[in-house]
């Protein structure tokens, strides 16, 4: 089974219509003129939330295109955004633990899980590759350059 | 000339070739691996720049510009892949010679072709930044207006497949500039109450993120392999009377890729592409282009390196980034605390003098450290991004961190990270963005400046001749996706 083809936009399409929305609310509460005349911290964020609205309708009323109905087994599509948001919060984990996990820990494990995600079976691999990389960092971040790290 | 000497004096210091030895290192890396592009490679040295001096961190990332156009180049000779976009052109008859078993030829023409480039880029650079910034000292809030419209309207409209895409894109940009204080008033504006956005969103994270965690992740995403490896490739490099009968296709090459370098947007891709349609076209046996054709592999090399000095024009002279690599430049300048603009050759004549000087040694870097390690960087070809991938990741969180040392900024990379990450899964492309957020102040601030000024009368913009030809001109760009599709279908049938 493929993706039907060309598909219209209407996720990002109403993604983008929520912003504009937000941008036209948010800055009716600005200034629409200064006071010498010019146009207010108002005028230009309308601007951008107009234009974002009308691009939006533009998205899903143009005529579908040949090109926007690739080809894509839903199958892979779903493996490889899963694998991606795998990965997502994989980084948000080290994030959050990173105040409270040594780097010389933390780091490893960042490197080693995304590595495993995206595919390496070696254990060799997983094993050498993320301590290599920590003390490459260590080296060239604090010893060498001398930048702060967390 | 003095003024040059001096600047190069400034540049003949253990820390400044150091810094163009790495940089031309990384370039060449950044550009031969698949996924990898000289953009990425320079949000990944930013956090390294930062512990430098401006005028070693400025050289680096030049010089990794630099290599990194080369770098391309590599694979597209060795494997049929363009390590970046700006080699595609080079894999058209690049990889015909390796079939041939002509790799070592192949990639020596590249190389000398890319240095040949470079210099000449450099030499318009040295010409044209001096006289095009005094011009634009003499502007005014609706020259830098229309200059700001310009700008990111050529990139929305260029960048990328579809303008539609590109022009969300840009607003995307804009609307993340918003985010903050009003520059005039001093308003908050889209902040929603919360202090933390007050200062705005800052650009250093957003590199980060758009260019290096979100190409990461969508590598980890797609789980691409490659395994290919290639043998022999050191050998058989031409012979320096080889080399010099390709002047004439360098030269043309070298010319087109200055004169695009130079437009916003247009970037190195596209001057490669027309190089190598020119070649064609004015060869005595067109037949054999995409057959192997030494000449079809030094005019794109010229003229893919030629952009590198040519996009800095702009760029120094007018504050205008053309490219996504650029814009990344224009993030490390800023943290260097260089502002570009008309008065930078004022300002910082010095600095500018010793970029002068950096530019020529980094070019002879590059050809250096490319020459020397053809059969390393064949074998960068075959490193699994399951490897590399993570690591950019984990370089690009420390790095977002490393800048303030603040650890809101690792989460605004990966934040980031993850926007581009579903833009880039959407066709959308992600310098338009960036674009914004750069131009956004100086469209803003320079379209009240002239309206206040004007007592609110439009007409400012129409009766200023530099402004008027420069919206003139943003509006035409967007008939260029249609010369742009004309172009791919004449390239698809060489």
Same mark, same amino acid.
């Given at each position: 089974?493929?993706?039907?083809?060309?598909?219209?936009?209407?996720?990002?399409?109403?993604?983008?219509?929520?912003?504009?929305?937000?941008?036209?609310?948010?800055?009716?509460?600005?200034?629409?003129?200064?006071?010498?005349?010019?146009?207010?911290?108002?005028?230009?964020?309308?601007?951008?939330?107009?234009? !974002? *609205?009308?691009? @939006?309708?533009? %998205? +899903?009323?143009?005529? /579908?295109? $040949?090109?926007?109905?690739?080809?894509?087994?839903?199958?892979?599509?779903?493996?490889?955004?899963?694998?991606?948001?795998?990965?997502?919060?994989?980084?948000?984990?080290?994030?959050?633990?990173?105040?409270?996990?040594?780097?010389?820990?933390?780091?490893?494990?960042?490197?080693?899980?995304?590595?495993?995600?995206?595919?390496?079976?070696?254990? !060799? *691999?997983?094993? @050498?590759?993320? %301590? +290599?990389?920590?003390? /490459?960092? $260590?080296?060239?971040?604090?010893?060498?350059?001398?930048?702060?790290?967390? | 000339?003095?003024?040059?000497?001096?600047?190069?004096?400034?540049?003949?210091?253990?820390?400044?070739?150091?810094?163009?030895?790495?940089?031309?290192?990384?370039?060449?890396?950044?550009?031969?691996?698949?996924?990898?592009?000289?953009?990425?490679?320079?949000?990944?040295?930013?956090?390294?720049?930062?512990?430098?001096?401006?005028?070693?961190?400025?050289?680096?990332?030049?010089?990794?510009?630099?290599?990194?156009?080369?770098?391309?180049?590599?694979?597209?000779?060795?494997?049929?892949?363009?390590?970046?976009?700006?080699?595609?052109?080079?894999?058209?008859?690049?990889?015909?010679?390796?079939?041939?078993?002509?790799?070592?030829?192949?990639?020596?023409?590249?190389?000398?072709?890319?240095?040949?480039?470079?210099?000449?880029?450099?030499?318009?650079?040295?010409?044209?930044?001096?006289?095009?910034?005094?011009?634009?000292?003499?502007?005014?809030?609706?020259?830098?207006?229309?200059?700001?419209?310009?700008?990111?309207?050529?990139?929305?409209?260029?960048?990328?497949?579809?303008?539609?895409?590109?022009?969300?894109?840009?607003?995307?940009?804009?609307?993340?500039?918003?985010?903050?204080?009003?520059?005039?008033?001093?308003?908050?504006?889209?902040?929603?109450?919360?202090?933390?956005?007050?200062?705005?969103?800052?650009?250093?994270?957003?590199?980060?993120?758009?260019?290096?965690?979100?190409?990461?992740?969508?590598?980890?995403?797609?789980?691409?392999?490659?395994?290919?490896?290639?043998?022999?490739?050191?050998?058989?490099?031409?012979?320096?009377?080889?080399?010099?009968?390709?002047?004439?296709?360098?030269?043309?090459?070298?010319?087109?890729?200055?004169?695009?370098?130079?437009?916003?947007?247009?970037?190195?891709?596209?001057?490669?592409?027309?190089?190598?349609?020119?070649?064609?076209?004015?060869?005595?046996?067109?037949?054999?282009?995409?057959?192997?054709?030494?000449?079809?592999?030094?005019?794109?090399?010229?003229?893919?390196?030629?952009?590198?000095?040519?996009?800095?024009?702009?760029?120094?002279?007018?504050?205008?980034?053309?490219?996504?690599?650029?814009?990344?430049?224009?993030?490390?300048?800023?943290?260097?605390?260089?502002?570009?603009?008309?008065?930078?050759?004022?300002?910082?004549?010095?600095?500018?003098?010793?970029?002068?000087?950096?530019?020529?040694?980094?070019?002879?870097?590059?050809?250096?450290?490319?020459?020397?390690?053809?059969?390393?960087?064949?074998?960068?070809?075959?490193?699994?991004?399951?490897?590399?991938?993570?690591?950019?990741?984990?370089?690009?969180?420390?790095?977002?961190?490393?800048?303030?040392?603040?650890?809101?900024?690792?989460?605004?990379?990966?934040?980031?990270?993850?926007?581009?990450?579903?833009?880039?899964?959407?066709?959308?492309?992600?310098?338009?963005?960036?674009?914004?957020?750069?131009?956004?102040?100086?469209?803003?601030?320079?379209?009240?400046?002239?309206?206040?000024?004007?007592?609110?009368?439009?007409?400012?913009?129409?009766?200023?001749?530099?402004?008027?030809?420069?919206?003139?001109?943003?509006?035409?760009?967007?008939?260029?996706?249609?010369?742009?599709?004309?172009?791919?279908?004449?390239?698809?049938?060489?």
């Amino acid at each position: 089974m493929s993706r039907r083809r060309g598909a219209r936009p209407w996720v990002e399409a109403g993604v983008f219509a929520a912003i504009a929305a937000l941008i036209l609310v948010d800055s009716g509460g600005y200034p629409k003129a200064l006071p010498g005349g010019g146009p207010g911290p108002a005028f230009f964020p309308r601007l951008l939330g107009v234009m !974002l *609205l009308g691009c @939006a309708a533009a %998205l +899903v009323l143009r005529p /579908l295109r $040949e090109a926007a109905g690739r080809k894509t087994d839903p199958k892979t599509t779903r493996r490889r955004t899963g694998r991606a948001l795998l990965g997502m919060l994989w980084v948000a984990a080290f994030l959050a633990g990173a105040p409270f996990i040594p780097r010389l820990v933390a780091l490893p494990l960042l490197v080693g899980g995304l590595m495993a995600l995206a595919g390496e079976r070696s254990p !060799l *691999l997983l094993a @050498a590759v993320p %301590l +290599v990389f920590t003390a /490459l960092v $260590e080296v060239g971040f604090v010893t060498l350059l001398g930048v702060p790290l967390p | 000339m003095a003024d040059f000497l001096s600047g190069l004096l400034s540049v003949l210091t253990p820390g400044s070739l150091l810094s163009i030895l790495a940089g031309s290192v990384l370039g060449v890396f950044a550009g031969a691996v698949p996924g990898l592009s000289s953009t990425v490679g320079l949000a990944l040295v930013l956090p390294v720049t930062f512990a430098l001096d401006p005028a070693p961190a400025l050289l680096m990332m030049i010089s990794l510009y630099m290599a990194a156009e080369y770098g391309g180049s590599i694979t597209a000779v060795a494997i049929g892949v363009p390590g970046s976009s700006p080699a595609l052109a080079t894999t058209f008859d690049g990889y015909p010679m390796t079939r041939r078993g002509e790799v070592g030829r192949a990639l020596g023409i590249s190389l000398f072709s890319s240095m040949s480039g470079g210099l000449l880029g450099t030499i318009l650079l040295v010409a044209a930044l001096a006289p095009l910034a005094r011009a634009a000292i003499a502007f005014g809030p609706a020259e830098f207006f229309g200059l700001g419209v310009f700008g990111l309207a050529i990139v929305a409209n260029l960048v990328g497949k579809d303008p539609l895409k590109g022009i969300v894109s840009a607003l995307l940009g804009l609307t993340a500039f918003v985010v903050g204080l009003d520059v005039l008033t001093g308003a908050p504006r889209l902040t929603f109450g919360s202090s933390l956005l007050m200062d705005g969103l800052a650009l250093v994270p957003m590199l980060i993120g758009f260019f290096a965690i979100a190409e990461a992740l969508e590598s980890i995403a797609s789980g691409r392999r490659r395994t290919r490896r290639l043998a022999g490739a050191g050998s058989g490099f031409p012979r320096l009377r080889e080399l010099l009968g390709l002047w004439p296709s360098i030269l043309r090459g070298s010319a087109i890729g200055g004169l695009i370098g130079v437009i916003p947007g247009a970037g190195a891709t596209i001057a490669s592409i027309v190089a190598w349609n020119e070649e064609r076209r004015v060869a005595k046996r067109p037949e054999r282009f995409g057959q192997g054709e030494p000449a079809g592999i030094a005019a794109p090399e010229a003229a893919n390196n030629a952009c590198v000095g040519a996009a800095m024009i702009p760029l120094l002279a007018l504050g205008i980034p053309g490219s996504a690599s650029a814009a990344v430049l224009l993030g490390g300048l800023t943290v260097q605390g260089v502002a570009p603009g008309p008065l930078l050759m004022t300002e910082r004549a010095g600095l500018v003098y010793a970029l002068y000087a950096g530019f020529f040694i980094a070019v002879a870097t590059m050809f250096a450290v490319g020459r020397l390690g053809i059969p390393l960087w064949v074998r960068v070809v075959a490193i699994r991004p399951a490897i590399l991938m993570p690591m950019i990741v984990a370089v690009s969180l420390i790095g977002a961190t490393a800048l303030r040392g603040n650890p809101a900024d690792a989460w605004a990379a990966l934040f980031f990270g993850i926007i581009g990450f579903a833009l880039l899964r959407r066709g959308y492309p992600l310098a338009p963005a960036v674009l914004g957020l750069i131009l956004g102040p100086m469209i803003e601030t320079n379209y009240r400046r002239a309206l206040t000024l004007s007592s609110g009368s439009h007409a400012v913009f129409a009766e200023n001749p530099i402004c008027l030809i420069l919206l003139v001109f943003g509006l035409l760009s967007f008939a260029a996706p249609m010369v742009r599709n004309r172009l791919g279908r004449q390239r698809a049938t060489p």
